[in-house]
């Protein structure tokens, strides 16, 4: 019996569909087709007909899942036409299972919010037809694509009330699957000795079950917690091995990929570089083949994080750049930030200080980007709760529940535009446009804290302009309002995007530019007081400029923000004791400075 068939038989068996084997003369054809693959089936009256379309119609199915592993671009276009084929039929579970097969591929090859949507309506479904087996499944696609993008808790929370409802269906295989969900949120926090428990149970409910595909993917699961334990690298090894031994005795390049890349890094982490190398580009390969990016993605971090502890600090860099651009191409904008900030890291060690600020700036923008996917993707999770919620109403209800979401939503749209407005106010000055002292305390404590302090140097630089009061005296204030929005202009321009300015009160401003240390620092004030020093504003009188004295430190990590802005503030007022126009720092003050 042939792997396809066992798998039609199975999938028919599952369903309770009728196998609609033709009779001999038949005179009815149905048939399917689409991308690569085609099915035809012919009956012998029409009595059987539908039930030899359904049968078709799973067997093509069975093709597709078969061809996910190895080619899911085409799987997916397929397997959308079949969707649309059994919405015709009205098989309602077929449909179901097509969504849960999609939603499967989008995780690897698209989106993971697109996975999550399909998912979402395969759940609706698969709770309309009282299938818990099928809800299990959809549920564990749900909730492992909340802990991709970082939302522990909330994956956490879906798979405990799964395994709940698995348990009260006696469901050992669906157990053992949301079980292993569990356990990748908690290594998700690098919590690896409960990651190794929950997958440890996840094997004693799946091996007896004997779903291939599962335990090659707990086994690699495994590794990928042992490897975190102390004297546990030979048990890594192992679990990798054994998920190899499934994978590619079954074909799964995915699951191959995973533990090729596993075993590099074991082999990486006991120093054997020739053999991690290996494994690493073997694991790249595959899950190329099986168009995986995310994972090939976060395999290349790893061999460049590795890369850099031991000093290959050029590949490390080539490694991580590799992949941004197709990262970013998906929007997978967390992973590509992930790859730059290692990238940005080598660079600087290798001295190349200019790609290196750029490379961290394209890192930011990611993060920025990432921040903002996972709103959009908070407000669609909002929508598709809410759509389940509704579906266990009858209809009036629904109606109500309907009306009253939405006066909630534009009650709730209204008060955030309210508290938006308050926020600007709060944070923002008025005149320039630029954040405020506290907007700018927040910013800098921030950057304090964040676990980068250590490797990225910060500076702060203080800025107060020269005799401003006189353009304020002779010229007006509305003059003098002007000039300030100029300088704040130039000061945006000048300035790294990355850098933050603010106004924090009359002529005075401040910014932090983190990933610059107090040499280069310096330099950066001195091209900030050539422009300023160039700055026009004209008047029906005539032309008006001013000059900048300039205080320039770099943050001390062991002490707040606020005391290295008082520094660089006693640094700025030692420029105006000097003769204004000209760039401080603590090695030009006369008394130590002591806060």
């Known amino acids: ?17 009728s196998s609609g084997v033709p009779g ?50 085409v799987a997916q276009r397929t397997m959308l036409a079949l969707y649309d084929e059994a919405v015709a039929l009205g098989a309602r579970r ?51 694509a909340w802990a991709m993008v970082g939302e522990l808790i909330e994956a956490r929370r879906m798979f405990e009330l799964g395994i709940e409802r698995a348990r009260a269906e006696n469901l050992p295989g669906s157990i053992g699957l949301l079980l292993a969900g569990l356990a990748f949120t908690y290594g998700a926090e690098d919590d690896a000795e409960n990651y190794v428990r929950l997958t440890q149970q996840a094997l004693e409910y799946l091996l007896p079950v004997g779903h291939k595909q599962r335990i090659a993917n707990a086994w690699a699961n495994l590794g990928g917690g042992l490897v975190k334990l102390p004297g546990r690298l030979d048990d890594a090894e192992a679990a990798y091995r054994k998920s190899l031994e499934i994978t590619q005795a079954n074909d799964f390049d995915w699951l191959s990929g995973i533990a090729l890349g596993g075993l590099g890094e074991v082999y990486a982490l006991r120093g054997d570089w020739s053999l991690a190398r290996q494994y690493f580009m073997e694991g790249a390969t595959q899950l190329l083949r099986s168009a995986a990016i995310f994972d090939v993605a976060n395999q290349a971090r790893i061999m460049a994080e590795l890369l850099l502890s031991i000093g290959e600090t050029h590949d490390a860099a080539l490694i991580a750049l590799l992949w941004v651009d197709e990262c970013e ?5 967390g992973a590509s930030a992930r790859l730059l900030l290692v990238a940005s890291k080598a660079l600087r060690e290798l001295g190349y200080m200019e790609q290196a600020w750029d490379t961290m700036h394209r890192a930011k923008l990611a ?12 407000n669609a999770r909002v929508e598709m709760l809410v759509r389940v919620r509704l579906s266990e109403h009858t ?18 749209a209204h008060e955030l535009e309210v508290r938006q407005s308050l926020v600007q106010l709060a944070t923002t000055d ?17 950057h304090l804290r964040s676990r980068y302090a250590a490797e990225f140097p910060i500076t702060v630089f203080a800025m107060d302009l020269d005799f401003f009061k006189r353009i304020n005296d002779v010229w007006g204030h509305s003059a003098g309002d002007a000039m300030l929005v100029a300088v704040a202009d130039a000061l945006r321009t000048e300035l790294p995007t990355w850098a933050t300015v603010a106004r924090i009160g009359g002529e005075e401003f401040v910014a932090v530019v983190p990933d610059l240390n107090l040499e280069r620092g310096l330099e950066l004030a001195e091209r900030v007081r050539q422009r300023l020093a160039a700055v026009q504003v004209e008047r029906p009188e005539g032309g008006i400029s001013t000059t900048v004295s300039i205080g320039v ?43």
Not at 367 to 378: G, P
Not at 555 to 563: G, I, Q
């Open 395 to 412: 209809e009036p209800e629904t109606k109500r529940l309907s009306g009253e979401l939405d006066r909630a939503r534009q009650a709730l």
């Open 1 to 17: 019996m042939t792997m396809y068939t066992t798998a039609s038989q199975t999938f028919r068996e599952r369903f309770g569909l």
């Open 430 to 446: 008025a005149l320039t446009g630029l954040p405020n002292r506290r907007s700018l305390t927040l910013v800098g404590n921030a």
């Open 367 to 378: 993060a920025e980007k990432a921040a903002a996917h996972d709103h959009q993707r908070m």
């Open 329 to 333: 191409s998906r929007k997978l904008h």
């Open 94 to 144: 077929l449909a179901a299972r097509a969504l849960l097969h999609l939603a499967r591929i989008a995780r690897r090859i698209s989106s993971v919010d697109e996975a999550q949507r399909l998912a979402y309506r395969a759940l609706e479904e698969l709770r309309d037809l009282s299938d818990p087996e099928g809800e299990s499944e959809a549920v564990s696609l749900i909730a492992g």
């Open 553 to 595: 430190v770099e943050a001390a990590l062991d002490k707040t923000f606020e005391w290295s802005m008082e520094l660089a503030d006693r640094c700025c007022y030692r420029a105006k004791e000097m003769g204004r126009n000209r760039v401080c720092s603590a090695d030009d003050l006369t008394e130590p400075f002591r806060g």
């Open 24 to 73: 001999h003369g038949s005179d009815t054809v149905v048939s399917f087709s689409s991308g690569s693959m085609s099915f035809s089936h012919s009956t012998g009256d029409s009595q059987t007909s539908e039930n030899a379309a359904l049968s078709a119609l799973t067997s093509a199915i069975d093709l597709a899942i078969l061809s996910a592993e190895s080619n899911p671009t």
